[in-house]
């Protein structure tokens, strides 16, 4: 796992950066075919949410056109990543906003100009699950800038290692998606291994799986979830057990042929 060490510079009014979806958006190019689309229905969602308030699903009308792109299996390498990116940095800002103090206004002066939203000063790190998991590093750090070595001013990423105060961080933990909730299961509970408690761990994702979310949250129910969208079941591909966007990593990377 990929940990980066993160504090907000300077704190003051932020203003969460929205994405706004190219105005031409290529439909008739990205138009993605029925069985690519399996999501929960919104009254199956409700309840399924009642049954695990820590889940949070983006607004369906956000997302639903970049979800369309990722899910065409004919989508080519560099738009599944463009579209993948603006999701992505979605996910992380709802996670990093689920987190922001308002703050009083200063010199008493009850003005909305004088009120600010903040971060704690080093409050974050972000976990990534190698290796579809490292496609959030780069929008990640768009919105948190990372800590700077003293000396080089580089950014410091810590390798297959957790801070020693990673029990006092809010941690992002953050993986492409959600199938049997194998895989997330283990890196939560290396968190709690290491004094994270479940109130500050937020998994981020792209797709979940019913099955995989229920797993997870009935096992760890304080843990937050924010996903862009829930399907009902795995599919059973090519031996490949997965939600239908592919093998993430695979088609992110480029590393799968396109035909």
């Given at each position: 796992m990929i940990l980066i060490n993160s504090k907000i510079v300077k704190a003051g009014l932020i203003g969460l950066i929205g994405i706004t979806l190219i105005a031409q958006q290529q439909q008739n190019r990205f138009k993605c075919a029925a069985p690519y689309f399996s999501f929960i229905s919104?009254?199956?969602?409700?309840?399924?949410?009642?049954?695990?308030?820590s889940l949070y699903?983006?607004?369906?009308?956000?997302?639903?056109?970049?979800?369309?792109?990722?899910?065409?299996?004919?989508?080519?390498?560099?738009?599944?990543?463009?579209?993948?990116d603006r999701l992505i940095r979605l996910l992380i800002e709802k996670a990093v906003s689920?987190?922001?103090?308002?703050?009083s206004p200063q010199d008493g002066q009850q003005t909305l100009?004088?009120?600010?939203?903040s971060f704690?000063?080093?409050?974050?790190?972000?976990?990534?699950?190698?290796?579809?998991?490292?496609?959030?590093?780069?929008?990640?750090?768009?919105?948190?800038?990372?800590?700077?070595?003293p000396?080089?001013?580089?950014?410091?990423?810590?390798?297959?290692?957790?801070?020693?105060?990673?029990?006092?961080k809010q941690v992002i933990l953050t993986d492409a998606m959600i199938t049997t909730g194998?895989?997330?299961?283990?890196?939560?509970?290396?968190?709690l291994s290491h004094g994270?408690?479940?109130?500050?761990?937020?998994?981020?994702?792209?797709?979940?799986?019913?099955?995989?979310?229920?797993?997870?949250?009935?096992?760890?129910?304080?843990?937050?979830?924010?996903?862009?969208?829930v399907d009902h079941a795995l599919n059973t591909i090519q031996d490949l057990r997965f939600p239908g966007v592919g093998d993430f990593g695979d088609r992110y990377f480029g590393t799968v042929d396109q035909k």
């Open positions: 919104h009254t199956e969602l409700q309840q399924f949410r009642l049954r695990f308030p699903v983006l607004d369906k009308f956000q997302v639903e056109h970049i979800l369309s792109v990722i899910r065409n299996k004919t989508t080519q390498t560099k738009h599944f990543r463009l579209y993948s689920e987190h922001i103090k308002k703050m100009q004088q009120q600010v939203l704690e000063q080093n409050q974050f790190c972000v976990v990534v699950m190698i290796r579809s998991g490292n496609a959030f590093l780069g929008e990640a750090l768009k919105v948190l800038p990372v800590q700077e070595h000396q080089t001013k580089d950014p410091q990423l810590i390798y297959c290692k957790l801070p020693d105060d990673v029990d006092q194998g895989r997330i299961t283990t890196a939560i509970k290396a968190l994270v408690s479940q109130d500050n761990i937020t998994a981020v994702n792209i797709v979940s799986c019913e099955k995989g979310l229920s797993k997870v949250l009935h096992q760890f129910p304080k843990v937050k979830v924010i996903t862009a969208g």
